[in-house]
């Protein structure tokens, strides 16, 4: 299909189509068309009509892109006013982002929000501690406990046995030594 024998036309019915010119659709007459306008009229509207709300249509327009133009150096003046004051982008930026802090900081829900995490905190807090007490207390009677000595007694025994009497130079009590020589305690 040759690209010059396209109708690029979007409001034609054959868009897109090769159309072959050589017979011309422009002699058939369409039923209801007015003339050689090149916007058929809405129903109920003159000539005259039409033409008033055309030139009434430009007018619009034009007050259109003159406020545009008004608006555009408004924002010069703007920008260059900012720009002496040291007022960048940036700054602006972040002269925003503090005032809305601000504002979410005083209003209502954050404050009853801050507050209940701040009771649960300290509920979890309490919480935390006494589990760490019961268990601290757990533990020493764990170590009090006959099983646990038992145990403390079978590991010096080994230990014995591994290192010998005198163990890297130190001299390594019996393990049925009343009073052991450790330096550390198992706990």
């Keep these: 299909m040759d690209p010059a024998s396209q109708d690029i036309n979007l409001n034609s019915p054959n ?18 068309a007015v003339g050689n306008s090149t916007n058929p009229l ?42 002496k004051l040291g007022l960048s982008p940036l700054n602006e930026l972040k002269q925003n982002l503090t005032k809305s802090w601000q504002d979410v900081q005083t209003s209502n829900a954050y404050k009853k929000t801050q507050e209940t995490l701040s009771q649960a905190g300290q509920k979890t807090s309490a919480a935390l501690s006494t589990v760490g ?34 163990g890297n130079g130190d001299a390594v009590g019996s393990p049925t030594d009343t009073t052991p020589t450790q330096e550390n305690p198992p706990f």
Aim: zero cysteines; aromatic letters at 4%.
């Design 133 to 166: 007490t019961a268990l601290t207390k757990r533990l020493g009677d764990m170590r009090n406990s006959a099983t646990f000595k038992s145990f403390e007694d079978k590991v010096g025994n080994l230990k014995y046995r591994v290192v010998g009497p005198k």
């Design 15 to 32: 868009k897109g189509l090769g159309v072959d010119h050589s017979d011309s659709l422009s002699d058939v007459p369409v039923e209801g």
């Design 42 to 83: 809405p129903p109920g509207l003159t000539e005259e009509e039409a033409e008033e709300l055309r030139i009434e249509l430009s007018k619009v327009e034009e007050e259109i892109n003159t406020l545009r133009q008004v608006l555009s150096a408004k924002e010069r003046h703007a920008t260059e006013l900012k720009r």
